[in-house]
């Protein structure tokens, strides 16, 4: 079983930036490919950027191309997302999740994952 933790989130102006963090428990967590999705209120879950078991490949949502980077250290079992330029549609709580994929190919659906943390609270004010 995968735990997961995030954190990270806060409120902060237009324009600034937070780096959240994905803490798991794995043992074999150079296995999983990490994504990140978010919800904001009265809308479904969105993904917003994926990452490879090895780091090999990054993907992004369109809406966040440029301004988000998703990273990883095995070595600490933590998978990064640095959000600059944020932006008031951006609020919206912050999920990682985890999926047993030693493969290349990055999977945007979020039914695909079976391991979740709680989240974390986004909030940008304009």
């Known amino acids: 079983q995968v735990q997961l933790v995030e954190s990270g989130g806060g409120l902060v102006q237009a324009g600034g930036s937070l780096r959240l963090s994905c803490v798991a428990s794995?043992?074999?967590?150079?296995?999983?490919?990490i994504n990140w999705f978010r919800q904001a209120p009265g809308k479904e879950r969105e993904f917003v950027a994926g990452i490879t078991f090895n780091g090999g490949r990054t993907n992004y949502a369109d809406s966040v191309k440029g301004r988000f980077t998703v990273s990883r250290d095995n070595a600490k079992n933590t998978v990064y997302l640095q959000m600059n330029s944020l932006k008031p549609d951006d609020t919206a709580i912050y999920y990682c999740?985890?999926?047993?994929?030693?493969?290349?190919?990055?999977?945007?659906?979020?039914?695909?994952?079976?391991?979740w943390g709680q989240g974390t609270q986004v909030t940008v004010s304009s």
């Open positions: 999740a985890a999926r047993r994929a030693i493969t290349q190919a990055i999977d945007v659906e979020p039914a695909k994952f079976a391991h």
């Open positions: 794995a043992r074999t967590f150079n296995t999983y490919a």
